[in-house]
């Protein structure tokens, strides 16, 4: 045993029925370390740390878990509690209708020396010091449900803390957050480092793995490829390690598309989050959507989508004015909708990917009481063929499918109804580089073929190297619209600039 690693993971291994997805996995960190993990959806990050975390239970007679340099048995979460491990997952789970120290205190709250009566003033203070000592402007008595998602973050960290938290797993911990709340999550995390905390963060977004790792795991296909010193790799390396094969520009389209005919247009589009929205969508291009959080971008698919109300504005399909009131006025008028919150919008979860694929278009292959079940399994094949999606079965529920496979089952249902116009709000979010790869390939051919598509998206080499066109909002205003000169050869900084509200004849 090395006495400088704090926990060591050894030849763990990992069966489900029918599947091998851990491999003889090392797994090794120091307290005081930033160690990001790395890999594809379903390479088997979530499984091991699960297994950590106590919510798995690796395979019998495999592998040993070293704390402290002493094997440990970590079969559920107390167990994992006990050695100072603590997981934030991707999806906050607070209650939201409680206070902030009652979240802080779930499961561990303090007693009053009367019994029955919990000791509130006393959970109260201790929860405002931890976040007090964090420097967070929180008052811990608000209720959570009040607070950004940012603050609901460091309340998940506060509880760790309380815990004596010595490794905090973090899961895609940015994935919803602004660039100042970003900024404000990685200086609590330098601070947990230098208080001697161990910290697993997993993420797809190698910007940040750069800006935070000391060291970077990447796993593939249930197997260990290699853990470095973030000093010794790049991006290229990273995707390869990921990957297993070079994705040189894999962002990038070389291809320009040159819209055709209009076949949307959006007149002076008004509500309470909109302000006087007018743009024209062609046939064959992509248009892009840029700005910052809050800016009114997804509220502007949900307005064109029928999902909120529009108090005035008109909007055009093939020139004809259509009253979209619902998603089906919307799906009737040849519109598509794949939202930014896959899991809670976009898919049943408790349901198979037959059911979720084609959910839209019944009407196909469901007459009165008749189904022409040929007919439905020729629109799931055609769609998991066309998608490459992995699956045991078409029967398997949506919530066992990895991220880029969640994604693109919610394509598929779409794809399935043949739209004109597809609306794609943030695509690519949350999943690996080799999905992201495998999506943009489908968003250019869906665009030669002649579907217009509406691409939201908050990463900008995605929004500048895949659209045609773009425009950027702030504040529910359209503030420019790059032309497809413009788009071309346009910096991130000019996008960035527009996005925070001022004009390209300011002064930067």
Not at 341 to 355: D, F, W
């Amino acid at each position: 045993m090395d006495e400088k690693y704090y926990l060591e993971m050894l030849d763990i291994n990992k069966t489900f029925p029918g599947a091998k997805v851990l491999n003889h996995i090392d797994f090794k960190i120091k307290l005081g370390e930033v160690q990001a993990l790395m890999g594809e959806n379903g390479a088997g990050k979530s499984t091991l740390m699960k297994i950590l975390g106590g919510i798995y239970q690796k395979d019998k007679d495999s592998g040993k878990i070293l704390v402290e340099g002493k094997e440990v048995e970590i079969n559920t979460v107390d167990d994992a509690q006990k050695y100072g491990i603590s997981i934030i997952h991707q999806e906050i789970s607070l209650a939201e209708n409680m206070t902030v120290f009652d979240n802080i205190f779930m499961g561990r709250e303090i007693d009053r020396k009367t019994k029955g009566f919990l000791n509130d003033k006393e959970m109260i203070r201790r929860s405002q010091a931890i976040i007090d000592e964090l420097k967070v402007d929180i008052d811990v008595r608000r209720k959570v449900g009040e607070l950004s998602i940012a603050k609901q973050q460091m309340i998940e960290i506060c509880r760790a803390l309380l815990s004596n938290a010595k490794i905090i797993v973090m899961d895609e911990p940015t994935s919803s957050l602004t660039q100042t709340e970003i900024d404000q999550l990685f200086e609590q995390i330098h601070k947990l480092k230098e208080s001697g905390i161990a910290i697993i963060y997993i993420s797809h977004r190698m910007e940040e793995i750069f800006q935070i790792s000391d060291t970077i795991t990447v796993l593939r296909d249930g197997h260990l490829v290699g853990s470095k010193p973030a000093s010794e790799l790049d991006n290229q390396k990273i995707i390869e390690m990921m990957v297993g094969r070079d994705l040189n520009k894999y962002m990038k389209n070389d291809e320009y598309l040159e819209g055709g005919e209009v076949c949307l247009e959006v007149r002076n589009l008004n509500n309470k989050k909109l302000k006087d929205i007018s743009f024209i969508l062609k046939k064959g291009e992509i248009l892009g959507f840029a700005g910052l959080v809050g800016a009114g971008r997804t509220e502007t698919a949900r307005a064109i989508f029928g999902i909120d109300p529009i108090s005035s504005g008109k909007i055009l399909v093939h020139g004809k004015e259509v009253k979209i009131k619902s998603a089906s006025d919307a799906i009737k008028a040849g519109i598509g909708y794949v939202p930014e919150n896959r899991k809670e919008e976009g898919l049943v979860l408790m349901s198979s990917i037959r059911s979720n694929l084609t959910i839209s278009v019944l009407e196909q292959f469901i007459k009165g009481c008749f189904v022409n079940r040929k007919k439905e399994n020729s629109i799931v094949d055609e769609y998991v063929n066309k998608l490459s999606i992995k699956m045991a079965s078409a029967e398997q529920l949506v919530q066992y499918l990895s991220g880029g496979n969640q994604q693109k089952v919610v394509l598929s249902k779409w794809l399935a109804t043949r739209p004109d116009i597809l609306i794609l709000d943030e695509p690519t979010r949350g999943i690996d580089i080799g999905a992201k790869t495998e999506i943009y390939h489908l968003i250019m051919e869906m665009a030669k073929s002649g579907v217009a598509v509406i691409l939201i998206s908050s990463e900008m080499e995605e929004i500048i190297n895949l659209s045609t066109r773009i425009i950027v909002m702030y504040e529910g205003r359209i503030k420019a619209t790059l032309t497809e000169e413009e788009t071309r050869t346009v910096a991130q900084e000019d996008i960035m600039w527009y996005a925070s509200g001022r004009m390209k004849d300011e002064a930067k």
